[in-house]
Every structure is written in structure tokens, then in C-alpha cells.
């Protein structure tokens, strides 16, 4: 057991350069993992969902009864800020319709899972983190279908009610199936969520390998469009997100955790949703894809430099001390 932790530590610290050297194998040698099947998506995705399952707890909702007003700002933010972005950007890029949609279904989709260990090496709140993300994908069913029809609904066809099911499939339940697991089992699970790391990252992996390597030629094509507009929605959603909680006098914490969690998002149920319900449109897996691998380093340099300012106003705080003792 003990290997398996380290090796899921390592996993874990490693994420964001394993995603990126499978993506370019995938890209440029795609026959090397093309056994890999776009079909397995929303098994990857439910197995990702069950770990999540695993690590909450009674009280990580308890928390939105204790401050409801942070968590409301928050799943706000969350749920206008990145659909309207992905609109926006998808205008002023001009995209067709088959990569305009993917961009939206990845605004509109709830907060990513790794946006609460962002948070946590930030410094920023990782409570409010955690609501956010577990009140984001309990309204996801029904928030991620009316937005795509609202902002995609004009140019592309969107199942609502399709939708509706898959996100409950592939999110919701099993979620709750982990949920469960933990609450009457946690002695065990306890144990077993240390592992956890490594089996997200390998499916998250599994899911960018799919559809990768099935559309190597398509993003080798149009590969750096999409990728300005992943970029362009990650950091509007960062900054975005980050600007509405100063703006609303929340402290600094409290900021860090929106701004995180408005700008990573579960970019694997938009690749998800994609495939099932825009298989007419195959570069409408892409931006999920892109974004999984963008989102993880991103996050990382964005938690990096909220920890080294951390650590500047701790200095100064100190400075300040000893000359108020001199």
C-alpha cells in the first residue's frame, strides 16, 4: 500500500506533465494509442466521479448552510461567467458550429475536481472550494443542458433531456454511489482515497488519449485556433472570477477559491457530452481535451503565484512586527 501512495503522490505531482506528454503521443503518433476507445469516455469519466464520491463528506455540505452567501456567489459566478465567456469567445474567434459547441459545453459544465487542490496550494479557501464544486455538480443535470441550449441552441440541435441523463449517469450517480461508500464504509475507503490520484489521472489520461488520437489530424489543422480559445476562456475565467469576488469586498482567501473554481472546469463531462450528443460534429470533443491538459497547468503556475504572494505578505507582516518591537 505504501507503493501505491508514493506512486500516486507522485502521479499526482507529475499530473500536468504526464497529460501533456500523452496528448503530444497521441497527436503525433496516434496508432501508438488508438486502442484506446472514444466508447470508454463515460466509463472514465463515472470512474473519476466515483473517487469524488469517495472524498466527500456530510459536512463539505454542511458548509454551504453555514455561509450560504459565499457558495451562492460562487456557483453564480461559476455558472455566467465561463458559458458567457465560451459565447463570446466563439463570436469574436468566429468558430463553426462543430468547435463552437465544444467551447460552450465546456463553459457551462460545473467546476473541475482538481480546482480543490489548486485552492489548497494557493492558500486560498479550500471549504468554500469544496461546496463549490460538489453545489456546481448537483445543479449540473439541469444548469449544463439549459445553458448549451440557451447559448448553442441557435446554430446545433441540444437533447436537453438527453443531456439531462447523461449528466446524471456519468456525474451524478455515481457520485452518490461513492458518497454512500465512504458514509458506511470510510474505515476502508479512508485508505483506499490516498490511491485516488493516481486512478483520476489515469482516466483523465484514458479520456485526452481517446480523443486525441481520433481527431490527430483535425487538431493538427485547426489545433492552434482551438488552443488560443482554451487559453483565452481559462484565464477570462481566472481573472473573471477573481475580479467579482474583490469587487464584492470578499477577502483574499475567498477570491483565490472563486477564481480558481470559475476558471478550471470539469472538462471531462464536456468531452463526455460531446461525444454522446455531438458525434455529427467529431472536433466537438476537442476543447474538453485541450482544456483537460491546459486547465492542470495552468492551475499549477496560477497556484504557484498565488503562494509566493502569500508568502511576500508574510514577510512584510513579519517586517512590520519586529519594527513595531524595535
Not at 469574436?92 to 459544465?109: D, K, M, S, Y
Not at 460531446?274 to 497547468?297: C, E, K, M, R
Request: hydrophobic content about 55%; some cysteine; proline content about 4%.
Amino acid at each position: 500500500m505504501r507503493t501505491l501512495v508514493k506512486v500516486s503522490n507522485f502521479v499526482s505531482k507529475y499530473m500536468a506533465l504526464i497529460v501533456i506528454a500523452v496528448a503530444a503521443l497521441a497527436l503525433f503518433v496516434p496508432s501508438s494509442l488508438s486502442w484506446v476507445r472514444t466508447g470508454w469516455i463515460n466509463w472514465l469519466l463515472g470512474i473519476v466521479m466515483f473517487g469524488m464520491g469517495l472524498t466527500l463528506k456530510p459536512s463539505d455540505f454542511a458548509e454551504v448552510f453555514k455561509r450560504p452567501k459565499d457558495v451562492v456567489i460562487g456557483a453564480v459566478c461559476q455558472y455566467t461567467l465561463m458559458p458567457l465567456l465560451a459565447f463570446l469567445l466563439c463570436k469574436v474567434f468566429r468558430l463553426p458550429p462543430e468547435l463552437a459547441v465544444g467551447v460552450i459545453l465546456v463553459g457551462t459544465c460545473p467546476g473541475g475536481t482538481s480546482s480543490n487542490v489548486m485552492t489548497y496550494l494557493s492558500h486560498g479557501d479550500v471549504a468554500l472550494s469544496v461546496s463549490m464544486t460538489a453545489v456546481s455538480t448537483v445543479l449540473s443535470p439541469i444548469l449544463t443542458p439549459l445553458l448549451t441550449l440557451l447559448y448553442a441552441g441557435k446554430t446545433v440541435d441540444v437533447n436537453v433531456a438527453g443531456m439531462f441523463l447523461s449528466v446524471v449517469e456519468v456525474v451524478l450517480l455515481p457520485i452518490a454511489v461513492g458518497f454512500v461508500v465512504n458514509h458506511f464504509f470510510s474505515k476502508y475507503t479512508q485508505r483506499a482515497v490516498q490511491a485516488l490520484p493516481l486512478v483520476s489521472t489515469a482516466a483523465i489520461v484514458m479520456i485526452v488519449a481517446a480523443v486525441v488520437s481520433a481527431n490527430s489530424s483535425r487538431i493538427l489543422t485547426s489545433g492552434l485556433l482551438i488552443f488560443a480559445v482554451v487559453v483565452c476562456h481559462n484565464i477570462l475565467g481566472y481573472l473573471t472570477g477573481y475580479g467579482v469576488a474583490r469587487a464584492l469586498k470578499m477577502d483574499v482567501t475567498k477570491c483565490r477559491a472563486i477564481s480558481i473554481e470559475v476558471g478550471m472546469q470539469n472538462s471531462g463531462l464536456a468531452t463526455s457530452l460531446a461525444a454522446t450528443h455531438f458525434a455529427q460534429y467529431p472536433l466537438a470533443t476537442i476543447p474538453g481535451a485541450v482544456f483537460s491538459v491546459w486547465h492542470n497547468i495552468s492551475g499549477a503556475v496560477l497556484a504557484n503565484f498565488f503562494n509566493r504572494q502569500s508568502a511576500k505578505q508574510q514577510a512584510s507582516a513579519g517586517t512590520a512586527a519586529e519594527s513595531a518591537a524595535d
